[in-house]
């Protein structure tokens, strides 16, 4: 069987050390010195400041939100995201009671695109929920001067962008706030987990409060919370994980290259920023049409091998979302795209039989 992905295990004994560690303690969570570790790791390791940890990457975007005063609210609160993301980026914001305006992608970098982000500015509008989809990034000058322009709160979902480096920099430095996932099936993850870097600290004391209750370190109730901690066995987990994170993605991107050079000319491909670096996290393609995806996919499934429709449905196409204007683009890649299997550990034979089906299937 070949999976569309699989969850990268480190060292057992490695793990076993962390975990010697926290049972002589017996802190298991609420900010302990292993969450400490990682934040500090993370932070050199991808070049950023103000990160904070927490349980997952959709509360890392609901404390996001609450952390820049969105939602929650008694007056109607907007704001204009993709519908071209995976389902998180569009339920944590109807979660908070703001609701998710769908402004179309660009059929190329698959990214919001700004020209239509501002055609789409409304009253109540008060935030832009852009993703760095697949790890792409978005156009971040033109978003960052709407949001100046409108006064609007900029919140990246780089659930996909771990690692990225734009124009030299990180990445996910940019906008007001910027989430992360650790999810088992992300790049680095810490079983469940995510993070929010945010550009000003006070909104990361703020967050800091928002995910332990609403407290504060004296034990004083001043704000709304929710509990959204990460524990020490998450962080054991991550600080594993990244000692290893180089060579996992070395492993990635000699699979990615494999793929890239054997479906070249092929399939359609997106089309990355000429200014940021890639992870190779996915490897998604894109088919002539709906029909021949479903062929590929079924032949692939024939012999055990599981590609993922993904992100299919446009969001946009939700039950619980209201239609708006109409997504052309991200309607048109949604149901024509597909992510191969790829995972550290993944061999190069394998890469073959996967191409090796696809080609039978677009003949
Ligand atoms: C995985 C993902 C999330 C949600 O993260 P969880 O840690 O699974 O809650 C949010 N947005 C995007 C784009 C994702 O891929």
Redesign the pocket.
């Known amino acids: 069987m070949i999976p569309v992905t699989k969850s990268y295990l480190p060292d057992r004994e490695k793990l076993s050390r962390y975990i010697d560690g926290i049972y002589s303690r017996q802190w298991l969570t609420n900010h302990g010195p292993l969450v400490r570790e990682l934040t500090q790791r993370l932070e050199e390791y991808l070049g950023v400041e103000n990160l904070l940890l927490v ?7 609901q404390v996001a939100y609450r952390a820049l005063g969105l939602g929650g609210g008694k007056s109607r609160v907007a704001a204009i995201t993709t519908p071209f ?5 569009t339920s ?1 914001l109807k979660w908070e009671g703001i609701e998710p305006i769908f402004s179309d992608i660009d059929p190329h970098s698959w990214c919001l695109d700004p020209k239509q982000v501002e055609r789409n500015l409304s009253e109540g509008v008060r935030a832009l929920v852009p ?1 760095h ?1 697949f790890g792409n990034a978005c156009d971040i000058e033109a978003l960052e001067l709407i949001a100046a322009n409108h006064g609007l709160s900029l919140i990246f ?4 962008a771990f690692g990225v480096k734009y124009r030299g920099g990180s990445l996910l430095r940019h906008g007001d706030a910027t ?5 088992a ?2 790049l680095f993850h810490t079983i ?3 993070g929010i870097i945010f550009r000003r600290k006070e909104q990361l004391e703020r967050a800091r409060r928002i995910i332990n209750f609403g407290m504060s370190t004296i034990g004083e109730i001043d704000d709304l919370g929710i509990n959204a901690k990460m524990s020490e066995f998450q962080a054991a987990m991550g600080l594993c994980i990244l000692d290893d994170i180089d060579e996992i993605m070395e492993k990635r991107a000699e699979i990615w290259h494999n793929y890239h050079s054997k479906l070249n000319g092929l399939v359609k491909f997106q089309l990355i920023n000429e200014n940021c670096t890639k992870n190779y996290s996915y490897f998604p393609v894109v088919f002539e049409s709906e029909a021949v995806l479903l062929r590929v996919k079924s032949f692939l499934e024939e012999q055990d091998i599981y590609a993922r429709r993904y ?1 299919y449905p446009s969001l946009d196409e939700l039950a619980y979302t209201t239609p708006c204007v109409i997504n052309e683009n991200s309607k048109f890649i949604s149901k024509r795209v597909l992510c191969l299997p790829l995972y550290p550990g993944m061999s190069i034979e394998d890469v073959q039989k996967v191409t090796d089906i696809i080609y039978w299937g677009l003949e």
């Not at 349980?55 to 975007?61: F, K, P, Y």
């Not at 993301?85 to 980026?89: D, E, L, Q, Y």
């Open positions: 349980a997952n990457g959709t509360l890392a975007l993301s995976f389902v998180a980026t944590s993703v989809v979902d780089g659930a996909h989430t992360l996932s650790f999810h099936t992300k469940e987990g995510g992100f």
